[in-house]
């Protein structure tokens, strides 16, 4: 059995879905079959995070927007990942999740802090976040059973208290 390749006329074409960002599919051969990989790439200013998809198959990567060779090593991480070589299922799973965490944690503090999420060994709670300011002050730490749970429990940390009882001096 031969392995899966990306045709180079195809490299093009994950350069274009890389600058542009968005969903693309690109295929995979082999002597005996094609099969397409979905390719879903966010950017921000300095990086590329993608996932793909290759038949039941998930993984993902991040690269940076300045590498020059970062085509060829998206079509490295298509071609090891349809051959079975990469990273695969639940670890890129999880580190999805964790990615999806972060972008909630991070829509519910203010620019000046820093989120850290953690997956933690409790089943319970498999999400973990601290938020800390630019010197390294904490602000919040807390645990969570799912990326909204655990960007609710951040807010309600960071929610200014009221002191007292309600008495105003």
């Known amino acids: 059995m031969s ?42 200013t300095s990086t590329h995070h993608i996932r793909v998809i290759f038949g039941p198959l998930t993984g993902s990567l991040t690269l940076q927007r300045g590498d020059s060779s970062k085509y060829m090593a998206l079509r490295d991480f298509l071609e090891e990942l349809a051959n079975g070589r990469a990273d695969s299922g639940r670890l890129s799973q999880q580190a999805i999740a964790l990615m999806e965490a972060q972008d909630c944690v991070n829509s519910v503090i203010e620019a000046h802090q820093i989120a850290y999420v953690i997956q933690t060994v409790t089943p ?3 999400f973990g976040a601290v938020v800390t300011d630019g010197l390294g002050t904490v602000h919040a730490a807390v645990t969570g059973t799912c990326k909204h749970h655990l960007a609710e429990a951040v807010r309600a940390q960071l929610r200014p208290h009221n002191e007292g009882h309600g008495e105003h001096p």
């Not at 879905?17 to 968005?22: C, Q």
């Not at 693309?24 to 979905?38: G, I, K, N």
Request: glycine content about 4%.
């Open 3 to 44: 392995e899966y390749t990306v045709p180079l006329k195809r490299v093009m074409l994950l350069q274009k879905a890389l600058e542009n960002g968005g969903t693309t599919t690109c295929p995979l051969r082999r002597p005996e079959t094609t099969s397409d990989a979905l390719i879903e790439v966010e950017n921000d």
């Open 124 to 126: 319970a709670r498999p």
